[in-house]
């Protein structure tokens, strides 16, 4: 998407058809995994080569839910402590363990659209039931989903709803429902935002659950976005996503997080993702599949433009190595890292993009990639780092072992003096464990291992 060479919109969101100019292969298969979902095994990638990017875009978009009585399980444990700051070491061993990596990701993609931070709730229930709501609809309506976040307890607390009254209308919500969830700035007037409020009045909690409190709703008409009248129950939320600027603002975001940071793509490139969600009557999922199953999505205007998040990072070479380890741990670096599951810094969640970078994470990143890989309690398919390397990998020597893991982990190849870097350290004297993590570790130093 750059400004000097304009895209055409039928050839971005036409289907992806490999061909010996465009072959599939495992380079582009490591893409469409990093993209949606925290990146792939070896063997996963082998496995996708094998069955083409259409097939494996569509399984991606079917949730399974093979390890929920687990995850279940664990989240309960978890609650039975009241501390949300757990939370996110439960939202850790999901992300690794998850057999549905694109329903994960784009749940994480909802709580930072949705952003509702811990820090104020402090309700480890509440937080925890707004990410089920997140992840139920995370491939499905975006419609229901705006319904239920509008009466989700944790987002009543955390933007003050919950004493929305009408003698003295709260206008937070009815702001960010607009500006951050809906419609984007400049789409509404500081009226709207008045009369929207009025529209939540009576809102509120009884017994930590939802509540409608008839008596103190305003009845009255308002006008809102141009219609006027008492707009009763959740009727304005479907008044506010009818503006046309709706579903062009969702469409937007879904490119970005998918795509590529940078540029912000014109109107025309937006158009077509913005009418699918409006004749689907906002099924998400649709919308999702044309991204991930698209010409643009499998180009160089979205290879290597995005830069990966403290998730990415580290769950994604996790998963990429077959990896499990201390969750709570790597949940305590992601806060370090400024991604902290469940305290999204503001209402308007993670900026992401450059923001992620600079002097000091960038050090911090390093260092979280050399200490997950030797931490005793990370397992590789659960061996040590030699024994899968070998058996599971078949990688030997020194350049099998660089080959194996930039093909895994790196959007762009590395130059070749920096490669043969690389094949130095594996082949360094010493214990074959600390030579392969010294290689993962420098991989981590990159500038090419920031980008995705």
Same mark, same amino acid.
């Given at each position: 998407m750059t400004e000097s060479r304009p895209i055409d919109p039928q050839w971005a969101w036409a289907e992806y058809q490999p061909s010996d100019e465009r072959p599939w292969n495992r380079r582009l298969a490591a893409h469409l995994f990093r993209r949606a979902g925290f990146g792939a095994s070896w063997e996963m990638l082998a496995e996708a080569v094998a069955r083409g990017p259409?097939?494996? &875009?569509?399984?991606?978009?079917?949730? &399974?839910? #093979?390890?929920?009585?687990?995850?279940?399980?664990?989240?309960?444990? @978890?609650? #039975?402590? %009241?501390?949300?700051?757990? +939370?996110?070491? $439960? $939202? &850790?061993?999901? =992300? +690794?363990?998850?057999?549905?990596?694109?329903?994960? *990701? =784009?749940?994480?993609? $909802?709580?930072?659209?949705?952003?509702? !931070?811990?820090?104020?709730?402090?309700? #480890?229930?509440? =937080?925890?039931?707004?990410? #089920?709501? +997140?992840?139920?609809?995370?491939?499905? !309506?975006?419609?229901?989903?705006?319904? %239920? @976040?509008?009466?989700?307890?944790? =987002?009543? @607390?955390? +933007?003050? !709803?919950?004493? *929305?009254?009408?003698?003295?209308? *709260?206008?937070?919500?009815?702001?960010?429902?607009?500006?951050?969830? /809906?419609?984007?700035?400049?789409?509404?007037?500081?009226?709207?935002?008045?009369?929207?409020?009025? /529209?939540f009045t009576g809102w509120e909690l009884r017994r930590d659950r939802f509540r409608f409190n008839r008596y103190q709703h305003d009845n009255g008409d308002k006008t809102v976005l141009g219609k006027t009248g008492p707009f009763p129950e959740s009727d304005v939320i479907d008044h506010v996503l009818a503006q046309p600027a709706a579903p062009e603002f969702i469409a937007r975001k879904l490119i970005r997080f998918l795509v590529a940071d940078e540029p912000v793509p014109p109107d025309e490139l937006v158009a077509p993702i913005a009418g699918q969600l409006r004749a689907s009557n906002w099924d998400v999922g649709q919308a999702i599949g044309t991204i991930l199953r698209s010409n643009l999505f499998f180009s160089p205007y979205a290879i290597a433009r995005k830069v990966r998040s403290p998730v990415d990072v580290t769950v994604g070479l996790l998963r990429s190595l077959e990896a499990t380890t201390d969750a709570a741990r790597l949940a305590s670096e992601l806060g370090d890292l400024g991604q902290g599951l469940f305290y999204p810094p503001n209402v308007k969640g993670w900026d992401g993009g450059r923001t992620w970078i600079n002097s000091s994470t960038l050090l911090g990143r390093a260092n979280a990639v050399g200490r997950l890989i030797r931490d005793p309690k990370t397992r590789f398919r659960g061996g040590d780092l030699a024994t899968y390397f070998t058996e599971h990998l078949g990688a030997e020597t020194g350049e099998q072992v660089v080959d194996v893991l930039t093909q895994l982990t790196l959007a762009v190849p590395v130059s070749e003096p920096l490669r043969d870097q690389l094949i130095e350290v594996a082949e360094r004297p010493g214990p074959r464990n600390e030579r392969l993590a010294a290689v993962v570790h420098a991989l981590g130093t990159l500038p090419e291992f920031q980008i995705g």
């Open positions: 259409a097939e494996v &875009v569509t399984d991606l978009l079917e949730p &399974v839910d #093979a390890q929920q009585a687990a995850q279940d399980a664990f989240a309960e444990a @978890i609650l #039975a402590g %009241g501390d949300p700051r757990q +939370l996110a070491a $439960w $939202w &850790v061993y999901v =992300m +690794l363990q998850t057999p549905t990596p694109l329903l994960e *990701n =784009m749940t994480l993609f $909802w709580h930072g659209h949705f952003a509702t !931070s811990a820090e104020k709730v402090t309700d #480890a229930r509440a =937080m925890y039931a707004q990410n #089920a709501l +997140l992840r139920e609809h995370a491939l499905g !309506s975006f419609r229901l989903l705006v319904h %239920g @976040i509008s009466r989700d307890p944790a =987002m009543l @607390i955390y +933007l003050d !709803s919950a004493t *929305n009254r009408k003698a003295h209308p *709260n206008e937070n919500f009815a702001r960010e429902l607009m500006e951050l969830f /809906c419609l984007g700035e400049g789409n509404y007037s500081e009226r709207d935002v008045k009369e929207l409020a009025r /529209c």
